[in-house]
């Protein structure tokens, strides 16, 4: 049973424009959500987190955005640039991160020229 | 300050042997955390150490096992492989305490395994 959802596997967004990317989540007891951002070959890099007790959050062009209602958290990046092409992992955690990261499958952005 | 450093980067195996793989955390952190990747099941946790005690635990079987040293390198064995077994294993750290923030896990590149 997948408690963290991506439902797009890819997403293609014109240079400039925002991206959104959504996940969506089971796990009540989730409290942290972070997004990690992948390149071929190399691990996952983190970007940017929001605890449970915030509904938004931004790091320059790449807000997070979370509504806890419907358990469904956005990353957006405005504007979009070439370099943004990668896979976006949503990733979990109960306990304030003191556990393990559940993830999602993440999805392909790919910025278009 | 370096990066999470995971060693070897690529390992080829074959079904039956076991396999250890490294992993040197950040200076300084004290959490060094597991993950499988694969195509059909994303990226899985296996287990987080932190001070040289296994403080928690993903659902893989017990073939799947690791350690800490008292400098925080880790190691993660698993044995018996089976071809199922072939991923990217990867390794994250982080401070390990403390509020949220301190709990980032930053991750190293991996070893991709290949089970033949």
């Known amino acids: 049973d997948q408690q963290v959802k991506q439902n797009s596997p890819s997403l293609s967004v014109q240079e400039g424009r925002i991206s959104i990317l959504n996940c969506d989540y089971t796990n009540s007891m989730f409290d942290y959500f972070l997004w990690y951002k992948k390149y071929p070959a190399e691990g996952p890099t983190f970007l940017i987190s929001?605890?449970?007790?915030?509904d938004k959050n931004e790091d320059g062009r790449f807000t997070v955005f979370l509504n806890k209602s419907a358990k469904h958290l956005s990353l957006h990046i405005v504007p979009s640039q070439p370099g943004d092409s990668a896979v976006y992992f949503c990733?979990?955690?109960?306990?304030?991160?003191?556990?393990?990261?559940?993830f999602g499958k993440g999805t392909h952005l790919i910025i278009q020229p | 300050k370096a990066g999470v450093t995971q060693t070897p980067r690529y390992l080829i195996k074959t079904r039956g042997q076991q396999v250890t793989l490294s992993c040197s955390p950040i200076?300084?952190?004290?959490?060094v955390s597991w993950y499988q990747q694969t195509p059909g099941q994303g990226l899985q946790f296996l287990f987080e150490y932190f001070s040289e005690t296994q403080r928690n635990k993903g659902n893989f079987p017990g073939r799947f096992s690791g350690r800490q040293f008292s400098n925080s390198r880790s190691e993660m064995n698993v044995s018996t492989l089976e071809l199922g077994d072939s991923a990217l294993y990867l390794c994250?750290?982080?401070?390990?305490?403390?509020?949220?923030?301190?709990?980032?896990?930053?991750f190293g590149a991996g070893t991709r395994l290949s089970v033949l």
């Open positions: 200076s300084g952190h004290r959490s």
């Open positions: 990733a979990a955690s109960a306990q304030g991160g003191a556990d393990g990261l559940t």
């Open positions: 994250a750290s982080s401070e390990g305490q403390g509020n949220v923030a301190k709990n980032i896990q930053y």
């Open positions: 929001i605890s449970s007790i915030k």
